[in-house]
């Protein structure tokens, strides 16, 4: 039966062939959208108790950049990417506290006070990484009846029992039937032995049942009214309401950090399975965690760094502030499977890297192609071709983004070298540098989300070089060949290479 949210038959969609790492089979597959033409995807946003920080750029720079990509492919792509505004709480809490709840009193604001102020803070460090906004972000207190409706459904079932107020997932029962564990890897009776004895847990059947609906104290400022009386939802059924609400019981693309596969992605395919039947998302893909100067971002560390902090360089830990491309820049030069590392060298070096792409791009926008009619460099015409095509393979191929930017490295030097005069334009054909044109635009600009952070620099660095240059000759027209060395050998350690060309002319390419 054709989902009417996806109705499009005539839609038709580029020949890539994508493929995607599935957390689920844990082996890549081929990309099959359930309605062709159109994609499904839902991501777990943040939990708006607090500022953002480090750890959650990768995600929504990751997902940013599968949505783009997936634009790109010609697909018809609907994004849910939900704000927790209420009831994530730690299954191992031994209150079952409600962070926003915690939040808002420390801080002496009401909880949608709170809520709106670190949702604001979120949008806006959103558009600072320039990440396109999804098409639906529900929130989980617009949702309080999906996610009671879909309660009273599991109870129905038999999967879930009352218990003083609160309402309980029987895990136990589901795993006599399914798999709990299916996604994680993790195995109940370990959970059984692992799980540890907290307060108020003399009311759940078993350890490892997870809350639903967690009766709300006389104190607790956040509560709706219920059938088992007045409350709040527990984390993991926002998830499972919103996304069969805007995208159907089952869809594409699931998406979120790996700390979320157990137990938040884990308990939410348990409860949707017995709601709706089935498999809520066909493809599972979690990106890898964030380790500060190798050691995992944690409190006890002291190595949490806040979005604001990281953008002004005003965490001790910091040697100074990074924009925010050159964090994006630095995420998407290691695959999103991938551990990935944060120090200040490597920041700093990305923060080159970024400025090396962007000069070769506001290069290559004002080349023109002329050609005096001299054959073509076969070699060099097929390596830049090959360069660029690899891009797309790379895309497709789990979304390598890594790659991407080696290509792109690749051909840097290619298009200083166009500019200086080492590579002369009619070495590679009107079609390939048409090729590289469009390799640069987009993937650089579309499907990797970077941008300038200022008004392009080239036309100084040019006239700089040039004075370098003119006093280089004269220097050795003086014979003084220590500072025309001296100027040499100081552009080369920063990347500049000066090559003194037959007609006397001196040309210089970037590396």
């Not at 990935?340 to 080159?352: G, I, T, V, Y």
Request: one cysteine or more; charged letters at 25%; a negative charge.
């Amino acid at each position: 039966m054709k989902n009417p949210k996806f109705a499009d038959p005539q839609y038709q969609i580029m020949s890539e062939q994508l493929k995607l790492h599935n957390t689920l089979s844990r082996q890549k597959e081929l990309f099959t959208p359930l309605y062709p033409g159109h994609v499904g995807m839902y991501v777990c946003g943040p939990t708006v108790s607090g500022e953002s920080h480090l750890g959650h750029a990768r995600p929504f720079i990751t997902f940013d950049v599968v949505y783009r990509y997936l634009l790109h492919l010609g697909y018809k792509v609907r994004y849910v990417r939900n704000i927790t505004d209420a009831g994530h709480f730690e299954e191992e809490g031994r209150a079952a506290e409600d962070k926003i709840a915690k939040f808002a009193q420390l801080e002496k604001l009401e909880p949608m006070e709170l809520v709106q102020k670190y949702t604001n803070l979120f949008h806006w460090a959103m558009e600072q990484f320039n990440t396109l906004k999804p098409s639906i972000e529900p929130t989980a207190t617009g949702h309080i009846v999906e996610q009671i409706e879909m309660i009273k459904k599991i109870m129905d079932e038999g999967f879930a029992y009352e218990a003083n107020g609160s309402v309980y997932f029987d895990v136990m029962k589901y795993s006599e039937g399914h798999h709990y564990g299916i996604l994680s890897g993790r195995v109940l009776e370990d959970q059984l032995e692992t799980t540890r004895e907290l307060d108020n847990q003399e009311e759940k059947k078993n350890k490892v049942d997870f809350a639903l609906w967690k009766k709300a104290p006389p104190e607790h400022l956040m509560r709706w009214p219920s059938p088992w009386g007045e409350g709040f939802p527990g984390w993991h059924i926002e998830c499972s309401a919103m996304s069969s609400k805007y995208l159907g019981q089952q869809f594409d693309i699931h998406g979120g950090g790996m700390d979320l596969q157990f137990p938040h992605h884990e308990c939410e395919i348990a409860q949707s399975e017995i709601a709706h039947g089935e498999m809520m998302a066909r493809y599972w893909i979690h990106n890898n965690m964030i380790t500060i100067n190798g050691k995992k971002m944690g409190k006890s560390y002291g190595n949490v760094i806040r979005l604001t902090d990281l953008f002004a360089g005003t965490h001790p830990l910091l040697e100074k502030g990074y924009s925010p491309m050159t964090i994006r820049f630095f995420i998407l030069q290691t695959h999103y499977r991938s551990t990935l590392d944060f120090s200040n060298e490597a920041l700093q070096a990305a923060e080159k890297g970024l400025q090396r792409l962007w000069y070769a791009y506001e290069v290559l926008q004002k080349l023109v192609y002329t050609a005096n009619g001299a054959d073509i460099n076969k070699e060099l015409d097929d390596q830049v071709q090959a360069w660029c095509n690899d891009c797309a393979v790379s895309m497709n191929d789990d979304i390598s983004t890594a790659k991407v930017l080696a290509n792109l490295f690749e051909l840097s030097p290619v298009i200083n070298s166009l500019k200086g005069g080492q590579v002369k334009m009619h070495e590679i054909s009107e079609s390939t540098f048409t090729l590289l044109q469009q390799t640069w635009k987009t993937y650089l600009i579309d499907v990797l989300g970077l941008q300038p952070e200022k008004p392009a620099e080239t036309d100084k660095l040019d006239g700089v070089l040039q004075l370098l240059i003119d006093i280089r000759k004269e220097a050795k027209g003086k014979k003084d060949y220590a500072t025309s060395d001296k100027i040499r050998n100081q552009l080369l350690t920063i990347g500049i290479q000066l090559k003194d060309e037959k007609d006397g002319t001196v040309s210089y390419a970037i590396e």
